[in-house]
């Protein structure tokens, strides 16, 4: 209990959005900081009540961020569901296993179902910084993941994402792999499926830098 306390902070929203991404900002001279030996990239757990965040730290030397204040991104705020003022715990992340499973893919061994699935649901948590998201990345990406990976990684995303009951069978998609900019098909497509009684609930998005985006092709 006397840890709790000395690791309370006032939590302040910035007001900012950064996506996937929890960020945490602390005063330089921050007390907690220096005791617990954290700095800037640090992972840090952030904890309020019974609900818990994993964030970046940053700090900052200006004093419109007091001392004993932390101020966290909105979607920080949110997962805690925070009020004006409340206090909240900061205190180290504790190391995830799930990065070793990362590690061993770069070194081209190939992970196991579960191993897929604890890195899955790390990231979906939101305890993977954009580095570790990187390093996954170019471990899936160096050496292209087999058959066997790829059905794993697949059902992990289903068993851990947010997914939508229509009520009926069977639900029908079209995807487009891409590399033919413009052809318009997707559209003509899913209104013929449609017009036949099918079910295909679609979203279409357009590509930033070029007309490959799936209102496109």
């Not at 902070?9 to 960020?23: F, K, P, S, W, Y």
């Not at 007390?31 to 617990?36: G, L, N, T």
């Not at 920080?76 to 569901?81: I, K, N």
């Not at 559209?187 to 496109?216: F, M």
Request: with cysteine; glycine share 6%; aromatic share 4%.
């Amino acid at each position: 209990m006397k840890d709790d306390i000395a690791n309370q902070m006032r939590a302040r929203r910035l007001g900012v959005l950064t996506q996937h991404e929890l960020i945490a900002l602390v005063h330089a001279d921050c007390p907690v900081c220096r005791s617990e030996g954290m700095s800037a990239h640090s992972q840090v757990t952030v904890t309020h009540g019974d609900k818990s965040v994993i964030a970046t730290l940053y700090q900052v030397t200006e004093d419109w961020l007091p001392v004993g204040s932390v101020g966290l991104t909105d979607q920080a705020w949110e997962r805690l569901d925070l009020e004006d003022g409340a206090l909240v715990r900061i205190t180290h992340a504790p190391p995830l296993a799930s990065l070793s499973f990362v590690r061993q893919r770069i070194f081209d061994d190939g992970l196991t179902d579960a191993q897929i699935r604890a890195v899955v649901s790390d990231i979906v948590r939101g305890a993977y910084s954009d580095i570790h998201l990187t390093a996954f990345v170019t471990a899936t990406a160096a050496k292209p993941l087999v058959t066997r990976e790829v059905i794993s990684l697949t059902r992990a995303m289903i068993d851990t994402g947010e997914r939508i009951d229509w009520g009926v069978t069977p639900v029908a998609d079209k995807h487009c792999v891409g590399g033919l900019p413009a052809n318009r098909t997707t559209p003509i497509v899913v209104s013929i499926v449609a017009a036949n009684g099918l079910l295909i609930p679609k979203t279409s998005s357009r590509a930033i830098t070029s007309p490959a985006g799936t209102a496109d092709t």
